[in-house]
């Protein structure tokens, strides 16, 4: 499921009036540690410090016009889309009721509470919290926000339009894939603008789904996604996310918990920015493809900062 170049730009107008351009930085550390010309898009930098806030302010947007006597929305999360969804609500003046599986991140939990959202903790992983909030939909009679959709790769998509705008001949583009829009959003973007720049997609070792799937060329899931990545925690690909990964990527990068906690410590030490699992996954992949990217001008999608304290201590320190 891909959006088009006047989706993209409707999408962009209607982020502008809620967010500035996130911050778009050729760091001379972190390029003389991937010896490359590195520009990452910081979107651990939106007002809820990751990128799926676009997406949900355009979900949002377009389900209220749709249904203005909307009496309330439900989603599943493990934080970041939680946010945006709790965000967009408010902003909307809409209920929000957010599911998140059982020993979610504490911190994102305060914040989706502190954005307005009513939380509850049901299941063991993403998709169990999915299938429970969607049944409490139809129960409670509240419209079910989906974590993939058109309107979400739309919005998500502003940031690949963002960073083809300022640097317009990227080689490459690292994109982290938890469900899809946020790639599915890059791929739209790129072909929108018409870039040669290759979409390389980055999942985790322990959520491979997405991995197996495209070098399958079919959708494959896994019985488990145990990876402290928490935005890549997924283990069943939405369908039309992977039919447009499949046509749209040059490959799909599958990195280890130890190679992201490395990469979140080089955000630190190359650039003092805070990086969640997810949002260092991008680093990661290019750290793994450092040879064959040399000299090449790349972006990394930096996409959310959303890490526990004791969780980012332990990694500082356990290099």
């Not at 009679?141 to 919005?155: K, Q, R, T």
Request: proline share 4%; net charge negative.
């Amino acid at each position: 499921m891909l959006a088009d170049k006047q989706s993209i730009h409707a999408a962009a107008e209607l982020v502008a009036q809620h967010m500035q351009p996130t911050p778009q930085i050729c760091w001379p550390l972190l390029s003389a540690r991937c010896g490359a010309e590195v520009w990452v898009k910081h979107e651990n930098h939106t007002p809820i410090g990751a990128f799926k806030v676009r997406g949900g302010l355009i979900y949002m947007d377009e389900l209220t016009r749709r249904r203005p006597d909307v009496p309330g929305v439900i989603t599943a999360t493990r934080g970041n889309h939680g946010q945006s969804v709790a965000f967009a609500a408010r902003a909307a003046g809409v209920r929000a009721i957010v599911v998140v599986p059982q020993g979610n991140s504490r911190e994102k939990n305060a914040a989706m509470k502190a954005l307005g959202a009513e939380l509850i903790e049901h299941g063991r992983d993403f998709n169990e919290s999915l299938e429970f909030a969607k049944e409490q939909a139809e129960a409670r009679g509240l419209e079910f926000f989906p974590s993939f959709d058109s309107a979400l790769v739309a919005g998500v998509g502003t940031y690949t339009a963002e960073s083809l705008t300022a640097v317009p001949d990227l080689d490459a583009i690292y994109v982290p894939i938890g469900l899809g829009s946020g790639i599915c959003g890059a791929i739209s973007a790129r072909d929108a603008l018409g870039s040669k720049a290759d979409v390389v997609g980055v999942v985790a070792e322990n959520a491979s789904a997405y991995a197996l799937s495209y070098d399958a060329g079919k959708l494959i899931a896994t019985n488990s996604a145990d990876t402290f990545a928490d935005g890549l925690a997924v283990r069943i690909p939405d369908p039309q996310a992977l039919e447009a990964i499949l046509a749209g990527v040059a490959r799909v990068v599958t990195v280890s918990e130890q190679e992201m906690k490395a990469a979140v410590r080089y955000y630190y030490t190359d650039t003092h920015n805070l990086a969640e699992g997810a949002g260092a996954a991008s680093l990661a992949a290019l750290m793994q493809e450092k040879e064959a990217m040399a000299g090449r001008k790349v972006g990394l999608v930096l996409s959310g900062g959303n890490i526990d304290r004791d969780l980012y201590l332990d990694i500082l320190t356990d290099g």
